[in-house]
């Protein structure tokens, strides 16, 4: 058992000299007695016992109901009332002063020992409640004042009730309570905004992540987001908005920015596509009719040539096929790279649709080279699905290469199909790559030899090119090669992709 200061109030020496010598045998201190309520006031302000012993029938002009009110304004000490009386008023006027027990004369020890450690406990518990909700008070107070977020409470009226600090700064304010002079009417840039938005709360009972325009107090223009929702009375009537908003007009300027820069970049990329498409068609128009003035030349004058003049004109066809060529590439490459290129992906076969009549093409190029040229089909299904014209490009580009790159030898074109994957490979035993140059093989504007002792002719788009028809199509490209023995470069598509 716990030992106590008790101060004792009993005007009754018999009984002040009962209680002391039982609270004597429990080993609690003891104050007192006294006998007035004005001793009991003055006492329990001097000494703060743990527990007051208070008659209700006391000497003077204080009662001990009347004394116990006093202590309990000054004081947090429990009181517990000795009493001969129980009657219903006596009890019912001494419960207003919240006591911490009643014990009725004449009473022994054993029930004077329960009635204080009840009355002990009780007063324990309390003080402990009374600090949690104390430090959860302070824990919310210290969230709404202390929060990044403005937070405030308004009235219907737009009268605004409570605001934190953060809420004050976001308007202008110098202070909460600065900011509690003003209307919230006041504060919408468009003020039928408010009354829209008080609709939605009406309707919803709350609204989130509305984007809306403030004036801050001294008229500056600020996009918020608010979030709100509504608090009624029990009829269930709107009395009360609580919202909660954040300062987003650095965001929306940022937004605006965006918004000018992409339509700028876009600006930018069409007059870049026009142009391309302008420089495309002013040189492929002269080129076109020098092709075509050259052929008729050609054949009106060919038996009247001299000796080594026809050579002339295959050097403008080939030299005018490659500049028409390398404009394609530049402008293909352009469309990839600005988003413009068309795509029309469906299914079909890559073998009958694409590799046979490419093959069969370059078939007699390779001849005239004195190449050997072998197209195999190993593969049963041969659907695949992608674009047809970019897909026929990534060939055109890999057997041309394989062709240009091989002076003896020859070149293979394999079609295989291995674990629900289509594989394509393109074998040649021409001059090879060397491991130093092989991972910038797909870079734009890259060659090995480069240079005006390089010894063959091209822009270095070509792979480029087939490396961004791949990514378009969804397929993967790999190449293995020896510098002197040839190089086999493998494209693979996968079929699960076919619905």
């Known amino acids: 058992m716990n030992n106590y200061t008790i101060l004792i109030v009993e005007d009754e020496n018999i009984v002040a000299l009962h209680i002391k010598t039982i609270l004597q045998h429990l080993h609690h201190k003891i104050l007192g007695p006294v006998k007035s309520g004005e001793a009991a006031v003055e006492l329990a302000e001097k000494q703060k016992p743990d527990l007051i012993l208070m008659d209700i029938k006391l000497s003077g002009d204080l009662d001990g109901i009347e004394a116990a009110s006093i202590i309990n304004k000054t004081s947090n000490i429990p009181v517990v009332y000795l009493t001969a009386f129980n009657d219903e008023t006596t009890l019912r006027r001494a419960s207003i002063s919240d006591p911490f027990g009643f014990i009725v004369k004449p009473f022994d020890e054993k029930e004077l020992k329960n009635t204080i450690e009840m009355a002990m406990y009780k007063f324990q518990f309390q003080k402990k409640a009374e600090e949690a909700v104390r430090i959860s008070e302070q824990k919310y107070k210290n969230i709404f004042e202390f929060a990044p977020t403005g937070i405030y409470t308004s009235n219907y009226e737009g009268r605004i009730l409570t605001a934190n600090l953060a809420f004050a700064k976001l308007l202008g304010c110098s202070s909460i309570k600065e900011a ?161 290129f068309e795509t029309n992906f469906q299914v079909f076969d890559l073998d009958k649709d694409l590799l046979e009549d490419l093959t069969f093409e370059f078939y007699s190029r ?115 090669s020896r510098k002197w023995k040839g190089s086999t470069f493998n494209v693979t598509f996968n079929k699960s992709s076919i619905s």
């Open 180 to 340: 509690l002079t003003i209307n919230l009417r006041d504060v919408y840039a468009d003020k039928e905004e408010r009354n829209n938005l008080i609709r939605q709360y009406e309707n919803s009972g709350s609204t989130a992540d509305i984007e809306v325009r403030w004036k801050k107090k001294d008229g500056e223009a600020i996009w918020v987001q608010l979030s709100v929702h509504t608090i009624k009375d029990p009829n269930g009537q709107t009395v009360l908005f609580e919202g909660f908003v954040r300062d987003i007009t650095n965001r929306k300027l940022q937004e605006e920015q965006l918004i000018i820069a992409k339509e700028e970049a876009e600006r930018s990329d069409r007059l870049k596509s026009e142009f391309l498409d302008q420089m495309s068609h002013e040189i492929r128009t002269p080129l076109n009719n020098i092709l075509t003035y050259t052929s008729i030349l050609k054949e009106e004058f060919e038996d009247k040539l001299p000796r080594g003049m026809e050579l002339a004109f295959s050097v403008i066809n080939s030299s005018s096929q490659r500049l028409i060529r390398t404009i394609e590439l530049i402008l293909n490459l352009s469309r990839i790279q600005t988003g413009n």
């Open 366 to 480: 390779a001849k005239i080279k004195n190449l050997s040229f072998v197209y195999e089909n190993h593969a049963k299904n041969t659907l695949i699905k992608g674009d047809q014209y970019s897909l026929g490009q990534v060939f055109v580009n890999l057997i041309d290469n394989a062709i240009k790159y091989t002076n003896t030898g020859g070149i293979q074109v394999e079609l295989n199909e291995i674990n629900n994957k289509i594989s394509v490979s393109v074998s040649d035993t021409g001059i090879g790559i060397s491991p130093e140059y092989l991972p910038n093989i797909f870079d734009a504007f890259s060659q090995e030899d480069f240079g005006r002792n390089r010894n063959f002719e091209g822009t270095g788009l070509g792979l480029a090119l087939v490396k961004k028809y791949i990514e378009i199509n969804n397929a993967d490209i790999s190449v293995v």
